[in-house]
């Protein structure tokens, strides 16, 4: 039987992380929901540059230079992200073939260079679901977003 | 415990106070004597591990701020020249 699998995209783990965003209660919904229906969820270290970037953005929106209650927060949030039951971190490594395939992927659905590297890391790990509230894996044939 | 409760059609209305302690899915009996509902709590149906698991890895993040605000900033984050211009479009 094949696993059932979906990958955490940035945008899920953002909003799983705070507290005030539009789909935070969401988040909690559908993890409940791929715990009931037994969905393996995963994710990548590639995710993590946007959901630092942004979190960074927002906390220093907020909180100005505060470093240290800044990178506290951070800290904590990754944790949180880290210790998701049953998290899975699938393997980043391309080769030379997976990278021409990644800028294919780009060109093809037109999307940016990490969001075509996600794809390619869900075709190589045969993952079919991706919760994301980015309408933009909404183009990718064979992948299915959950939101 | 005694509760005021509000009949509206078919259905029965109330506010219950933080500290009687009743979560979603407790189960409860109740009558009623005139405009009071009495009720008597039976059982807490309380949230499995795994359920506790998600709240306490949701929402490191809890800040003072507007959500509209918030989606702003986000969508500001996102505007950048990179996303702007890293795509074959």
Not at chain 1, 1 to 17: C, G, N, P, R, Y
Not at chain 2, 18 to 38: R, W
Not at chain 2, 62 to 88: G, H, M
């Amino acid at each position: 039987m094949t696993e059932k699998l979906v990958f955490l995209d940035t945008s899920f783990l953002i909003a799983s992380q705070v507290s005030k965003h539009e789909f935070f209660e969401r988040t909690k919904y559908l993890r409940r929901n791929f715990l009931l229906k037994q969905y393996k969820i995963c994710t990548s270290s590639i995710v993590f540059d946007e959901f630092w970037y942004v979190l960074l953005g927002i906390l220093k929106t907020q909180l100005g230079n505060d470093r240290n209650t800044i990178y506290n927060l951070i800290q904590k949030a990754t944790e949180n992200v880290l210790s998701m039951d049953g998290l899975n971190l699938i393997n980043i490594d391309l080769n030379q073939k997976g990278l021409l395939s990644v800028l294919k992927i780009m060109y093809r659905f037109k999307l940016r260079p990490r969001d075509a590297i996600i794809i390619k890391l869900m075709k190589n790990a045969k993952i079919k679901h991706i919760a994301s509230f980015d309408k933009d894996f909404d183009k990718i044939s064979g992948i299915l977003r959950i939101y | 415990m005694v509760q005021k409760a509000f009949e509206i059609g078919n259905s029965v209305a109330l506010t219950i106070p933080k500290v009687a302690g009743i979560k979603p899915g407790s189960k409860v009996e109740f009558s009623q004597e005139g405009s009071k509902l009495i009720y008597r709590l039976l059982e807490h149906k309380f949230p499995s591990l795994e359920m506790r698991r998600i709240e306490e890895t949701s929402g490191a993040i809890n800040l003072d701020i507007n959500p509209n605000f918030l989606s702003k900033i986000i969508k500001n984050l996102k505007e950048n020249p990179y996303d702007r211009e890293a795509r074959l479009s």
